[in-house]
């Protein structure tokens, strides 16, 4: 019997140090590399590609990290997608509350408008509150929400959805009339495969999604991506 224990302590001990991504989570919280290894992961805030145009505090990875029940829905997604040649693109998942609170900081400086032009060009910056843009609860915070895209499978271009990842106006909105027949049909396809898998989607973003009876409903969670 003490041969046994020895055993499956040196086998747990194994998949510890030898998994993928070994620092350690909250309960029911996951890399999502693990579970699915060929997901393709571009953090925006851990970059300056994004509308703020710094690395967001508590990024410090380019490492998804999601709840459990998220990624194995996402997992039921990704291969859908793969029997039509294509995959995810993951622009952002759990997101810590001291993100939420950066973006609050930056909001509220009003004469920092260095990515107006790309992300945000019809819209004042005073009132990317007022118009739900951005939030000082996100639900991203909660670990079952993501912000996401179709790629091509053979050369990794995401598809034609009308507007690029966080560009805050009309365009981005699921039901936005002005937009070509292919682009429509993108942003359907997303939005079907989502739905399909229980991913409920955020009107005014094509691409944010939560899935529904998430596991931490009512939590916003502050530790870093890392």
């Known amino acids: 019997m003490k041969f046994k224990i020895t055993i499956i302590s040196l086998i747990l001990l194994w ?59 996402l997992q039921k997604v990704q291969h859908d997608l793969q029997q039509q040649n294509l995959c995810l693109k993951v622009y952002d998942g759990y997101r810590p509350q001291r993100a939420v609170n950066h973006f609050m900081r930056w909001a509220k400086d009003l004469n920092d408008t260095i990515n107006k032009q790309e992300f945000y060009p019809n819209v004042e910056k005073r009132y990317l509150f007022r118009e739900e843009y951005i939030a000082t609860r996100s639900g991203h915070s909660r670990g079952s929400t993501l912000d996401l895209t179709i790629i091509n499978g053979i050369t990794n271009e995401p598809l034609d959805m009308g507007s690029p990842y966080d560009f805050f106006g009309k365009e981005s909105w699921v039901n936005h009339d002005q937009l070509s027949k292919e682009q429509k049909a993108n942003r359907q396809l997303l939005q079907d495969v989502m739905l399909k898998h229980n991913f409920r989607n955020y009107a005014k973003e094509w691409w944010h999604f939560t899935l529904r009876w998430e596991p931490f409903p009512k939590t916003y969670f502050d530790f870093e991506v890392e």
């Open 15 to 73: 998949f510890s140090f030898g998994s993928q991504e070994s620092n350690e989570l909250p309960e029911g919280f996951v890399y999502a590399k693990n579970v699915i290894p060929d997901l393709n992961i571009e953090l925006r805030y851990f970059t300056t590609n994004n509308f703020v145009g710094d690395t967001i505090d508590g990024y410090k990875a380019n490492k998804l990290i999601i709840t459990a029940e998220a990624v194995q829905a």
